[in-house]
């Protein structure tokens, strides 16, 4: 008896921690809010930005609709119209396909290719890549096109020095043969962004391997084409769907280079500058709408197809170990 008269109180486990849940739940809830205070701007960037345009041009794509007037519904004839009553669309579809066919598999060549040149620490590299990656900065903007709407044009610096060895020149850019060619090498000139990574891959490649291969008596061929290539092919996969994806969406150039026309004879008409041309030049918002779905939609067809190609030719380091 004198025992459990001095013994302390037992205190329920369940009662305890309850208590404690009362007591820290208005800390806890200060920080929820304290934490959804902080997302809050991006909160209304996602659904005032993002979000709810996204939406609104899925239902402005089923309309007639031309800024001034309310839009009227008209269904899927925007779509309809799009297949198979406009052969200006199959020619942007054509352009803008042969530009990324070109453009992508070109500047990946360029990019691992000076990756390559640079990636050995030597003296005065740090500058050679700084330089290097300099194009990819500026390539994207309006002068830089204007430059090279010089450099090709009749009287431009590649005539110029065509005709120091007795060429005779034209003008690239008015020729429905060879513009396109101008924007596919000024998008191969921007290789900078790909080259670094490529530069971050080849650093991750062990030397040993190399070494083994030497003493197996492969050449620098053998070596790049059996122990590179495979070791680099997941930097080649990520560098492949971005560049393809950035090859799809290629405007700038198009648009400063042709003078916002497509020309010549549509031969620089790209899927994106010929969708502006239908919004902003001829109001029709709501056909340029269901042109943006539909490049959303065969965009997203185009990675996945990427992405599922990817099992048959990418190599991780690490397929040996399972």
Do not use: C
């Not at 025992?3 to 739940?25: E, F, I, M, N, W």
């Amino acid at each position: 008896m004198a025992d459990t008269a001095h013994r302390p109180p037992r205190v329920d486990a369940r009662t305890s921690a309850g208590a404690r849940s009362r007591g820290s739940s208005p800390r806890r809830r200060r920080e929820a809010v304290a934490g959804y205070t902080f997302l809050l701007p991006w909160f209304i960037g996602l659904f005032g930005i993002t979000l709810f345009p996204m939406l609104y041009s899925l239902y402005l794509s089923f309309t007639d609709y031309d800024l001034l007037q309310s839009p009227q519904w008209i269904g899927v004839e925007n779509y309809v119209r799009m297949l198979t009553d406009d052969p200006q669309y199959w020619n942007s579809v054509k352009a803008t396909l042969l530009f990324a066919v070109v453009s992508v598999p070109l500047k990946l060549a360029v990019a691992l290719g000076v990756a390559l040149l640079l990636y050995r620490d030597r003296r005065g590299v740090g500058l050679y890549r700084s330089l290097f990656y300099v194009p990819s900065l500026l390539g994207g903007s309006v002068a830089i096109a204007i430059v090279w709407q010089t450099l090709f044009g009749g009287q431009g610096a590649l005539n110029e020095i065509l005709g120091l060895v007795g060429i005779e020149g034209r003008s690239w850019i008015t020729n429905p043969s060879t513009a396109l060619g101008t924007l596919v090498l000024l998008a191969a000139w921007q290789f900078g962004a790909p080259m670094v990574i490529f530069l971050a891959g080849l650093k991750q490649i062990p030397a040993e391997l190399f070494e083994a291969g030497a003493l197996d008596g492969a050449g620098r061929f053998k070596q790049f084409w059996h122990i590179t290539l495979p070791m680099l092919s997941p930097v080649l996969f990520f560098n492949l769907v971005l560049e393809t994806i950035a090859g799809f969406q290629g405007f700038t150039a198009a648009f400063v280079i042709s003078g916002g026309t497509g020309g010549p004879a549509d031969s620089t008409l790209l899927y994106t500058l010929y969708l502006y041309l239908r919004g902003f030049g001829d109001f029709q918002m709501g056909y340029a709408s269901a042109m943006a779905w539909g490049f959303l939609l065969v965009l997203g067809i185009i990675t996945a197809i990427v992405f599922r190609s990817g099992s048959l030719w990418v190599h991780y380091a690490d397929e040996g170990e399972h």
